[in-house]
Nanobody, 125 residues
Framework: QVDLREDGGGSVEAGGSLRLSCRAP????????MAWFRQSPGMEREGVAG????????YYADSVKGRFTISQDNRAHTLNLHMKALKPEDTGMYFC??????????????????WGRGTQVTVSS
């Protein structure tokens, strides 16, 4: 399988919106779950949103509920993350990930075995 590849990051003011996309050819059929994670300097990588590829069931970290929406486009082979009402604390490198066996609403890094290189999101106050 080819690498996961993210794009769509950038700089935005607080309250603004961004849409991230991850090219994931082959993963939509082979992965059990896919998710977006983020990491700020000096901090651990944290899961923000996930989706079970077969059922389309989504799950979110409490910090982003109501503001972020994860979706998959099986025709375009992409995993998307629409982010609105962005806050400075949303700043970080955002990574796309795929897992072959995930527990219920699983946003732990150890459950995901394929990763993209990330795209930077910066939210200014």
């Amino acid at each position: 399988q080819v690498d996961l590849r993210e794009d769509g990051g950038g700089s935005v003011e607080a309250g603004g919106s961004l849409r991230l996309s991850c090219r994931a050819p082959g993963y939509m059929n082979s992965a059990h779950c896919m998710a977006w994670f983020r990491q700020s300097p000096g901090m651990e990588r944290e899961g923000v949103a996930g989706i079970y590829t077969t059922t389309g069931i989504t799950y979110y970290a409490d910090s982003v509920k109501g503001r972020f929406t994860i979706s998959q486009d099986n025709r375009a082979h992409t995993l998307n993350l629409h982010m609105k009402a962005l806050k400075p604390e949303d700043t970080g490198m955002y990574f796309c990930a795929a897992g072959t066996s995930c527990s219920w609403r699983d946003l732990t890094t150890g459950s995901y075995n394929s990763w993209g290189r990330g795209t930077q999101v910066t939210v200014s106050s």
